[in-house]
């Protein structure tokens, strides 16, 4: 079987891939979309990525100018909005793109042109972001874009703001249709037997990402109107004069929810993942949605714990901390099931399972340390200061990107017929998981110390060692992220030829082929429990496949 | 394994909701996992070694500081910044229970169930849930949270109201870039944005306990000096308060904490604490230096 040199891959399906330009502008297969979605977030990640090499450059000693301020203040703006709006979002869009229908067992999205359209309003709000550097200068008050320092009075020299507030109201677009089409999929689309009961868990987060992103995405969209409004027609709603807090809560009645956005597929993925390296099925399905649906009512009532040093009533403040905190209870409902799931295992350690614990050992931290800045009084020295940026790192990339490579390695093999290698990988994950720590574990002190988060550059000499290692460790990271696009390239037509099911799986999408035809199924398979493939495999009604090529020496 | 897998049979038998319709039990299932089993190859296995090292990065990183500056606070020098620190640490004991204890069970699941520790053709219990189980990690996290939440929120009380009796006033107002202290006698300190060490001092004398009237003319800024208590924004528009008891003479600095523009890393701030004689001196000084309006003007003229 080693001689075999050809893939079985479907020939319509690998033809699509190399046609010319107007197939990717007019495709409406969810698959070519979901990759094109997937290509324009790692492009992205590696944008921000360099944004960030930037920022700790300038940060690595005490009084250096490798930047100025003003390109500083840009270049942070820069790398928060395109992580987490160009690169985390719009990843995990393309991989719940081409997966969930496949895992229901559809044969497309319920709008394919919708589809189509939600992902090149994508594009053009990158192009529209980045367009406002020629214009004397990008957006450059953070990511959140606090009034009134984004008014006229203030950030009058260039058009940066209102490319910016453009861009976000076209991706608010986007993300609207993305999310209505993901729930009339699920709940329109599925294969027979498939009932709500029986969705993998992936597609029960899908489900949830997608209302929170209905939910909130038009209170953003709004409030980057009102700012439009008051740059350029002279209403007064944010100003100086007006009430620049009501743009925070606006801002972060969308800024919070979107962090479960970003993190609910992830939770998604390890929980398809756990059980197929486990070979146990998953431990309380029936929490684990329950859990979801938790954090979802919970995200939206939770706000204004970024404006807990704004001045509201403590009895408001009070509130919000509360609420804050029950969210680490479903929270701690899916970390115990996971737990469980892997208890009493017998767990394989593949590259996806590596990732995984390396997303369940940090993202732990990141939970704890949102208690610690959920507590109003402690929140108000942690607030705005490094601890609060090394917490969101816990949670955004010990969170979201741990999934992201996890999903990543898993899906690999059914996206392209091929294995990324394993020993890059491994590698890839070492560097990572240790680059990542050693940037952001210690950045928690430079904050109790006193770092202020969003400054050019500081003068305390005490800092310097610290910012250091920290500059030297995000390198490593850098360097682990070169390593993962080497094996994407290296294994896109090289690597060892997958099968159809190289896991031994348990959903819907290890079935078909690897890729999978245009259509995904020639004959839907029968679904009688949220495990459908390990039922087809233990009632030997997998049709006979060809037996895995052997490991290469 | 033969317990445990009873066990697990006996579970889900018990436990499990009531849609799960596989059979999780019995000959044919398990003959089919040993055949899952025994058909994905045995991987090899990286040593965990590379984990010493993120203790060995942290502890590096905090113990760096020459001037005793330590992983938690600047020990703080007023009582609301001390009752800060208690909070936090008064978080950080379930914190840290719960911290270490997830992550050895996740170490103990990494080395012992990992596939090559099993024996050959171990077939995992198939374990769908447990009720009782699971009620219990719900109740358990909302207890702690709960508690936390009630002991933060009192706190909360004491220390975040705006004090109605104190020994007097100052206002503080935030501009780009700098900070202005107008005190009672009606002379303002006007405290410029450098990156210089040498910031005009914003002078207090101890152990009195002095309300800030915290405002801002253009941009939010942030008034923050860690060893005396958490941020306060400045907001144009209205007035925030905080407060201050310094309990002894030194020089605290600090940093204006929400991004004002170009200028914001410039915005520092010094708090320098006198006795109260040498207090008294220096407000003398600044009143001769500029005498006093008849209406002391929050704002920078």
Known sequence: MAAVQTLPRPKAYDDTFWKPITLWLTTTDHKLIGIMYMVTGLLSFVIGGIFALIIRLQLAQPNLSVVDHET???????????????FVTIFLTGIANYMVPIMIGARDMAFPRVNLLGFWLVPVSIVLYYGGFFTGGALDAGWTGYAPLTEKAYQGHSLGVDFWALSIIVWAISGIMASTNFLTTIIALRAPGMKLTRLPLFVWAQISTSILLLVVGAPLAAAMILVEFDRQLGTQFFTTQGRPVLYQHLFWFFGHPEVYIMILPGFGMISEIIPVFARKPIFGYMSMVAALFGIVFLSMTVWAHHMFTVGMNTYVEGFFMLMTMLIAVPTGIKFFNWIATAWWGSIEFTVPMKFVFGFLATFLIGGITGVYL?????????HQSYYVVAHLHYVLFGGSVFTIFAGLYY???????????RTLGEWNFWTLFIGFNGTFLIMHTLGLEGMPRRIATYLNPAWGTTNMIITISSFLIAFSVLLFFINVIRSWHGGEIAGDDPWQANTLEWATTSPPPPYNFAKVPPVRSFMPLRDLREAGEVPAEPEPAPVPA | MERSTYRGCLDAATFSFGFYQRATCGPESRTSWRRYTGAVKAGSFTRLWPLAILPAAFLLGSCEAPGGI????????SPNGQDIYNTYIGISIPAIIIFLGVELSLLWVVIKYRRSKQPAGYIPPQVHGNTRLEWAWTAAPLIVVLVIAGYSFAELQKDFQPVSSYD????????QFGWNYTYPQGFTIHQEGTLAADVTPFVVPVNKLIRLRIQAVDVIHSWWVPAISGKTDAVPGYDNFTW????RVGTWRGECAELCGVGHSTMQIIVKSMTQYDYDTWVRQQENAQPATPSASPTPS
């Open chain 2, 168 to 175: 007097f006033e100052i206002v503080v107002s935030g501009h």
């Open chain 1, 411 to 421: 899906w690999f093999p059914k996206i392209t017929g091929r294995m990324l290698n």
């Open chain 1, 72 to 86: 500083y203040n840009q270049l942070i703006s820069a790398h928060g909005v395109t992580m987490i709006f160009f």
């Open chain 1, 374 to 382: 959920a507590s109003v009084p402690v929140d108000t020295q942690l």
């Open chain 2, 70 to 77: 330590s992983p938690i606070f600047p020990s703080p020098v």
């Open chain 2, 244 to 247: 201050l008891k310094i309990d």
